[in-house]
């Protein structure tokens, strides 16, 4: 069951690689982005490139090498680790650091506010619950 929730996070990773490409479209970054400075905007870019080129890797990771997370290894304790941690800091970041009235009285920033919050949450359980296997079989 773990190894195919693992494979679902990595599914759920090539969509937000989509997600992203289209958020920069829906948003009109290029617009957005052309009242700050040539180097916030170039910064902007290439960390949004990063961050799809990272959410590509993990998810490549999670769907085709789920195993790899799963066995028990000092590689896979290091990497289910890491990645429970940084998508529970995502999860509270939705909740804690994006400003409520983007979604409060929004019916569609609501709701991808909510999808959003169960997308993280399964992210951060799914890596948890492979940590502690990593955990387990270690000792």
Do not use: P
């Amino acid at each position: 069951m773990l190894k195919l929730c693992l494979q679902i996070v990595g599914v759920l990773m090539f969509a937000l690689v989509l997600v992203n490409v289209e958020a920069a479209r829906r948003l009109k970054w290029r617009d957005e982005l052309q009242k700050v400075s040539l180097l916030t905007r170039q910064v902007f870019f290439v960390h949004m490139g990063f961050i799809i080129l990272l959410l590509a890797m993990f998810g490549a990771l999670s769907l085709f090498f789920a195993n790899a997370l799963i066995e028990q290894s000092l590689a896979g304790r290091v990497l289910t680790d890491g990645l429970a941690l940084f998508w529970t800091v995502r999860l509270f970041t939705q909740w804690f650091v994006y400003d409520r009235k983007l979604w409060i009285g929004h019916r569609f920033n609501t709701s991808v506010h909510i999808l959003f919050t169960g997308v993280w949450g399964f992210f951060a359980g799914t890596y948890g619950a492979a940590f502690v296997q990593q955990l387990r079989a270690a000792s």
